[in-house]
Structures are given as structure tokens and as C-alpha cells.
């Protein structure tokens, strides 16, 4: 990680943080979930970086980016995507993003057209209206302002016991970001989302959406998702929740790898 690029890019008058490998390679970039940032895609980041140029902002409210007092709804951080895009001179990257950032990436990929060349989306935050409001009248929020008062070791303590079958290093990345993550952030749980359907109808380049078995977006959705957008592949990986790139590190790996391997051949830029 110490030959990777660091910069700051303002989009939307919002100073954008990334972290970049770097080299004349197919750029990817990725997108992480809310209570995230950049660095905790440091693994996955490690596995592309001989093949692809990937880069890894925070979003505005997390972790070394900037903190507006307002923008946080996917329209914002999706119109930070692709200004970071172009300030960057980019050419047509691949987007992977995560729960937060997997919807920040379908987003994107609907308004940018042909800017971008596919989208992974791992658990996007697709969710009813039902369970958009129900996660938004929850003490979600509460326990994350209850997680700022504590030190480092404290989060570290409790994120290992309730995951033990992650690696010391990924766990202390999302210790950090959490404690980096603001709480203006959790505006983006305000109803409503953008309506994932006519959303993922609109998006005109290929799309992997990949699962756990426990996670947010279920096979039935799955499903009705890929009859709407003969675009889509799925792809279900078991044993695993909503962090299903956390939980399942070499099996997301694998499923995505050869995504990413088809989309770059298949574009003419490619």
C-alpha cells in the first residue's frame, strides 16, 4: 500500500479523498458502504492491482473526505462519483460498490451512460419502502454516536469478538473507519431511495450483482431484478451477510475477477 497514489479531488465542492494504485491499466473504481471508507478495500484492492487501475475514494462524511453540512442523498454521492470520474480523466471505469455504495454505483451508472463500462453491485441497499423507514426509525444512528465516544481499542475489542473469521487487518480498517465516519453520514437512511427497479432498467452496461445467503437483497429479488435488465448477472455466494466481500473474501474474488476480465474485453476501449 506504500507505492499507492493519495489525493484530494473536489466534486461538487465537496473535497474528495482517494487512495489509487495507480499505472495505465483499466481503471475500477470502488465504492464502499456507509460507516466505511476507502481503505477498507485494501485487500480487494491488493488482488486487482496488477491488472487494473483502482481507486478508492471516502465519501463525503467519511473518513478524510470533507463534511458538508447537507448532500447525502444517493444523487449526492453519485454526482461525486462521476465528477471524481472526470477530474480524474478516468476512461470508462468499471464501479463496484458496496451496500451504500452499491446503490451510489447503480446511481451512477444510470446518469453517466456510457462513462462507465459495468457496475458490480455487492448487496446494494435495496430495500422497501417499509424497511427504508424502518432502518431510518431505528438507533442506528444512536449507537453509531454512542461508538464515537469510544476509543480505538474499544471498537477494535468489540468488532473482533462479533467477527471472528475476519482477518486483524480488515478489522482494524473498519475499526478506523467507523470512528472516521461523521454524523451528517447517516443521512443518506433518510426515505426515500431512489426506487431500485426502474433504476436498475436503466442502466445499459453489463451489471454483476452478487449476494450472500443473508443478506440484504434476497435470490427472489435477484431474480425479478434480472428479468428487468437482460444486462444482469447474479451470482450467490453462501455463507455469508451483507458484508459479503468481508465475509467471504476469496470466493468475492472469485465471482468478480472474471466480470471484470469480460467487461474490458468486450469494450472497445478495452
Same mark, same amino acid.
Not at 487512495?19 to 476507502?38: C, D, F, I, Q
Not at 480487494?44 to 453540512?69: F, I, K, N, Q, W
Given at each position: 500500500?506504500?507505492?499507492?497514489?493519495?489525493?484530494?479531488?473536489?466534486?461538487? &465542492?465537496?473535497? $474528495?479523498?482517494?487512495?489509487?494504485?495507480? *499505472?495505465?491499466?483499466? %481503471?475500477?473504481? =470502488?465504492? #464502499?458502504?456507509?460507516? +466505511?471508507?476507502?481503505?477498507?478495500?485494501?485487500?480487494?484492492?491488493?488482488?486487482?492491482?496488477?491488472?487494473?487501475?483502482?481507486?478508492?475514494?471516502?465519501?463525503?462524511?467519511?473518513?478524510?473526505?470533507?463534511?458538508?453540512?447537507?448532500?447525502?442523498?444517493?444523487?449526492?454521492?453519485? &454526482?461525486?462519483? $462521476?465528477?471524481?470520474?472526470?477530474?480524474? *480523466?478516468?476512461?470508462? %471505469?468499471?464501479? =463496484?460498490? #458496496?451496500?451504500?455504495? +452499491?446503490?451510489?454505483?447503480?446511481?451512477?451508472?444510470?446518469?453517466?451512460?456510457?462513462?462507465?463500462?459495468?457496475?458490480?453491485?455487492?448487496?446494494?441497499?435495496?430495500?422497501?419502502?417499509?424497511?427504508?423507514?424502518?432502518?431510518?426509525?431505528?438507533?442506528?444512528?444512536?449507537?453509531?454516536?454512542?461508538?464515537?465516544?469510544?476509543?480505538?481499542?474499544?471498537?477494535?475489542?468489540?468488532?473482533?469478538?462479533?467477527?471472528?473469521?475476519?482477518?486483524?487487518?480488515?478489522?482494524?480498517?473498519?475499526?478506523?473507519?467507523?470512528?472516521?465516519?461523521?454524523?451528517?453520514?447517516?443521512?443518506?437512511?433518510?426515505?426515500?431511495?431512489?426506487?431500485?427497479?426502474?433504476?436498475?432498467?436503466?442502466?445499459?452496461?453489463?451489471?454483476?450483482?452478487?449476494?450472500?445467503?443473508?443478506?440484504?437483497?434476497?435470490?427472489?429479488?435477484?431474480?425479478?431484478?434480472?428479468?428487468?435488465?437482460?444486462?444482469?448477472?447474479?451470482?450467490?455466494?453462501?455463507?455469508?451477510?451483507?458484508?459479503?466481500?468481508?465475509?467471504?473474501?476469496?470466493?468475492?474474488?472469485?465471482?468478480?475477477?472474471?466480470?471484470?476480465?469480460?467487461?474490458?474485453?468486450?469494450?472497445?476501449?478495452?
Amino acid at each position: 500500500m506504500v507505492s499507492w497514489i493519495t489525493g484530494i479531488c473536489e466534486a461538487n &465542492g465537496v473535497q $474528495i479523498y482517494y487512495r489509487r494504485t495507480g *499505472g495505465s491499466k483499466p %481503471p475500477v473504481v =470502488l465504492l #464502499h458502504g456507509l460507516l +466505511g471508507n476507502g481503505a477498507c478495500w485494501t485487500p480487494l484492492a491488493r488482488a486487482l492491482e496488477s491488472e487494473y487501475d483502482v481507486v478508492m475514494p471516502d465519501a463525503r462524511g467519511h473518513g478524510s473526505s470533507s463534511t458538508p453540512l447537507y448532500g447525502y442523498r444517493y444523487e449526492d454521492h453519485a &454526482g461525486d462519483v $462521476i465528477e471524481l470520474i472526470q477530474r480524474l *480523466g478516468l476512461s470508462a %471505469p468499471i464501479l =463496484l460498490g #458496496h451496500s451504500m455504495g +452499491g446503490m451510489t454505483a447503480a446511481v451512477a451508472a444510470s446518469l453517466a451512460g456510457k462513462l462507465v463500462r459495468g457496475v458490480v453491485l455487492a448487496d446494494p441497499t435495496f430495500l422497501s419502502p417499509q424497511r427504508q423507514r424502518e432502518v431510518y426509525d431505528s438507533d442506528v444512528a444512536e449507537q453509531h454516536r454512542r461508538l464515537l465516544s469510544q476509543d480505538q481499542g474499544e471498537v477494535l475489542a468489540q468488532l473482533r469478538s462479533r467477527h471472528t473469521r475476519r482477518s486483524p487487518e480488515l478489522v482494524e480498517l473498519i475499526a478506523s473507519a467507523r470512528l472516521q465516519t461523521r454524523m451528517n453520514a447517516f443521512d443518506v437512511l433518510t426515505p426515500p431511495n431512489p426506487d431500485y427497479r426502474p433504476l436498475v432498467r436503466t442502466i445499459a452496461v453489463p451489471i454483476l450483482l452478487v449476494i450472500g445467503d443473508a443478506g440484504v437483497v434476497s435470490l427472489e429479488t435477484a431474480g425479478e431484478l434480472q428479468r428487468l435488465n437482460s444486462h444482469m448477472r447474479v451470482e450467490l455466494i453462501p455463507d455469508a451477510g451483507h458484508g459479503v466481500h468481508y465475509d467471504q473474501p476469496e470466493r468475492f474474488q472469485a465471482v468478480v475477477r472474471p466480470f471484470l476480465h469480460s467487461v474490458v474485453a468486450s469494450s472497445p476501449s478495452g
